[in-house]
């Protein structure tokens, strides 16, 4: 529990009084509230600091993981990385657990949306290293599942969710659910 209340103490922490702008070079995705936001953070598995939960090297990609700003030691969410496909940022960040990186993106700040610490990254480096673009989700996941390969949106093919589909249904709700819905809606 001390844990959760730390991390919502931080959450909370009003980013205002930073501009962590200077220096980036994150493209617009004309979203609300983005701000362009490079910043340096330790990678890490985000369940592990708030339940002392700690599989080996961040779960090997299967955890969501976190940016803990160097400046103000704040909790920030990685949520996308550069892709416009629906794809998150941790397979990007994963490499990179237990690191200190350079990040550059776009943060989403916004007290009306109740939006704190969201972050989309777009470039990843350590300090000796070069910039690389954080947009390997999709490359990932082919090499993952050679079996999915076909035309069209990864997620349609990738076989967890047909299986998860298949047993839950497309609401989540149970196969009976999903017949009573399209029979009434289509």
């Given at each position: 529990m001390k844990h959760l209340i730390a991390l919502l103490a931080l959450a909370a922490s009003p980013l205002a009084a930073q501009?962590?702008?200077?220096?980036?070079?994150?493209?617009?995705?004309?979203?609300?509230a983005e701000i362009p936001a490079t910043f340096e953070a330790k990678v890490v598995d985000v369940l592990c600091n708030l339940?002392?939960?700690?599989?080996?090297?961040?779960?090997?990609?299967?955890?969501?993981l976190g940016l803990?700003?160097?400046?103000?030691?704040?909790?920030?969410?990685?949520?996308?990385?550069n892709q416009p496909a629906f794809t998150g940022?941790?397979?990007d960040l994963a490499p990179y657990c237990g690191q200190t990186v350079q990040v550059d993106g776009l943060l989403i700040e916004d007290e009306d949306l109740n939006a704190s610490n969201i972050y989309l990254v777009q470039r990843i480096k350590t300090a000796a290293g070069e910039w690389s673009k954080a947009s390997q989700a999709t490359k990932v996941w082919a090499k993952q599942f050679p079996e999915a390969k076909g035309k069209g949106a990864w997620f349609r093919r990738?076989?967890?969710i047909k299986e998860i589909i298949g047993r839950e249904g497309y609401l989540g709700l149970g196969l009976d659910a999903d017949a009573a819905f399209i029979e009434e809606n289509f």
């Open positions: 501009d962590f702008s200077e220096g980036s070079e994150a493209k617009s995705w004309n979203l609300y339940t002392g939960n700690c599989p080996n090297n961040c779960g090997d990609g299967t955890r969501q803990i700003r160097t400046e103000d030691n704040v909790m920030v969410l990685p949520l996308k990385n940022a941790a397979t990738d076989p967890r």
